[in-house]
C-alpha cells in the first residue's frame, strides 16, 4: 500500500467508520477496498442522503492491515534498518538515539564519569550526552538552541541548562534527579504541550515567566501561521492560572512570543 492508502487504513481503524463522500477516489476503486467489502470486513449502509461505510469484523480487519501496512509490522531502529527493509530512510518513524547537550559551571555525574560542565562550557560552549541520569541541585530545560548558549543571562546563579536535539518525550528523564527545575520554552502552544509533558514526569517542575511577560508581548510577539500546533490533553485541561492564561492569550490574539524576545532589554 501507499502511504495514502495506509493513513486511511489506519484512521478508519480508529474511527470504526466514515462517510463515502470523504473518502478519496482512488481509494474507493483499489483493489484493497474492494477486497474488505467483498470479505465482509466493511459495510455500507444508507445514511442521511449518502452513505457509511464501516468495520464490521474488527479483529479481521486489524490482521488485514497487520499484514499490509507497515505501521503494525514491529519499530526500527535506524535508518539504516528501514533501508534494508524498505529501501527508504524515512519509509517508517525509528527509534532514534536522543541527543542532549549541557551547559553550566557544576560537576555531574553522568553515567558513573565526572564531567566538569565548566570545563566543556567554557571550551567548546556545551557538552553532548545519550543520557540524562544524574542528579543537580537545579536544571533549567530550554527549548531553543540560541538561548541555551546564553541562558545564564536570564539564569545567572549556578543552574545547569539543557537543550534537546528535537521534542521531549517522557523517557528523557529518567534517572534524571533535580530540587529545582525550570522549563524555559516559547510563549505558545508547542512550548507549553512541551512543559505539561514534562511535569507528568517532573512533578515540581515550573514553567518560566518573567515579570514583564505582558510588555514583551505586546512588544514582540509575532502572528501565528502555523495551524499545526495541536493543543495537548494536558494543555486543555490545564489547571494552572498562569499557563491557562497564556494559552487564552495565545489562542484569543493568534500571536505568540519566542523566548529570544525575553533577551531584549
Not at 539504516?80 to 524498505?86: L, M, P, V
Not at 541548562?161 to 534527579?177: I, Q, S
Amino acid at each position: 500500500m501507499n502511504s495514502t492508502e495506509i493513513n486511511f487504513f489506519r484512521g478508519l481503524l480508529e474511527t470504526k467508520s466514515v462517510i463515502k463522500s470523504s473518502i478519496p477516489k482512488n481509494i474507493l476503486k483499489s483493489d484493497n477496498f474492494k477486497l474488505l467489502i467483498n470479505s465482509g470486513i466493511l459495510n455500507d449502509e444508507k445514511s442521511g442522503k449518502g452513505r457509511v461505510y464501516f468495520i464490521v469484523k474488527e479483529e479481521s480487519y486489524k490482521q488485514w492491515l497487520n499484514k499490509n501496512s507497515n505501521e503494525y509490522d514491529g519499530s526500527i531502529n535506524s535508518k539504516f534498518e528501514s533501508i534494508i527493509k524498505y529501501r527508504n530512510s524515512k519509509a517508517k518513524k525509528t527509534n532514534q538515539l536522543p541527543f542532549y547537550f549541557l551547559r553550566g559551571n557544576e560537576i555531574v555525574h553522568i553515567l558513573n564519569d565526572e564531567i566538569l560542565l565548566n570545563y566543556y562550557t567554557d571550551k567548546f560552549g556545551a557538552f553532548l550526552t545519550s543520557s540524562l541520569n544524574f542528579k543537580c541541585e537545579k536544571v533549567c530545560f530550554v527549548e531553543n538552541k540560541e538561548s541555551f548558549l546564553m541562558a545564564e543571562k536570564i539564569f545567572p546563579d549556578n543552574w545547569i541548562f539543557v537543550h534537546k536535539y528535537g521534542r521531549w518525550g517522557k523517557k528523557d528523564f529518567d534517572g534524571l534527579t533535580a530540587n529545582k527545575v525550570i522549563v524555559f520554552g516559547d510563549y505558545d502552544i508547542i512550548g507549553l504541550n512541551e512543559f505539561l509533558l514534562i511535569k507528568e514526569v517532573i512533578k515540581n517542575a515550573e514553567f518560566y515567566i518573567p515579570s514583564d511577560f505582558m510588555e514583551k508581548f505586546n512588544l514582540y510577539s509575532k502572528q501565528n501561521n502555523n495551524l499545526n500546533q495541536k493543543i495537548s490533553e494536558n494543555l486543555k485541561n490545564a489547571s494552572c492560572k498562569k499557563i491557562i492564561e497564556i494559552r487564552e492569550l495565545v489562542i484569543k490574539s493568534n500571536r505568540f512570543l519566542e523566548q529570544e524576545a525575553l533577551f531584549i532589554s
